[in-house]
């Protein structure tokens, strides 16, 4: 089992079953959503997420449609702020950012995503396959 929590620690949730490697994603949507140069985003089981604690304290953002669906929706704590898990369109997977989790997912990042809208401060300086826009799911 692997275990996540937000940084007030009144959220707090448990996946049962593998997660994805992490694809760290550049776009500018997800800089603002995580204040940092990109979100290490990754996919659990929908089946094994349950929440330990705290959903009542969850809270989704949408916001407005750019280009075509799906929306672009971050979950977060209403206390702290932090990111937290989200079901993704069609249900089967439920997505979420490597640095809420306080176990080790056993996975690591593989790919950039969305470098058309690189931080201009940031370097990469990985050999990871690098995307200009969205990739296709793993
Ligand atoms: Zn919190």
Do not use: N
């Not at 550049?26 to 603002?32: F, G, L």
């Not at 979100?39 to 659990?44: G, I, Q, T, V, Y």
């Not at 809420?100 to 396959?129: N, S």
């Amino acid at each position: 089992m692997i275990r996540g929590s937000c940084l007030c620690g009144a959220v707090a949730f448990e996946i049962e079953g593998s997660l994805t490697p992490i694809q760290l994603c550049h776009a500018a949507r997800c800089r603002k959503a995580t204040g940092g140069a990109f979100a290490p985003e990754l996919l659990a089981p929908a089946t094994g997420f349950r929440w330990a604690r705290g959903e009542d304290r969850v809270s989704v953002y949408e916001a407005p449609l750019l280009e075509e669906p799906p929306a672009y929706r971050r979950a977060f704590c209403r206390t702290c702020g932090s990111p937290l898990p989200i079901e993704m369109p069609g249900g089967v997977f439920v997505g979420l950012l490597a640095g809420v989790l306080d176990d080790d997912p056993g996975t690591q990042p593989f790919r950039h995503a969305f470098l058309r809208q690189q931080a201009a401060w940031y370097t990469i300086e990985d050999e990871l396959p690098r995307f200009e826009w969205r990739p296709p799911r793993p």
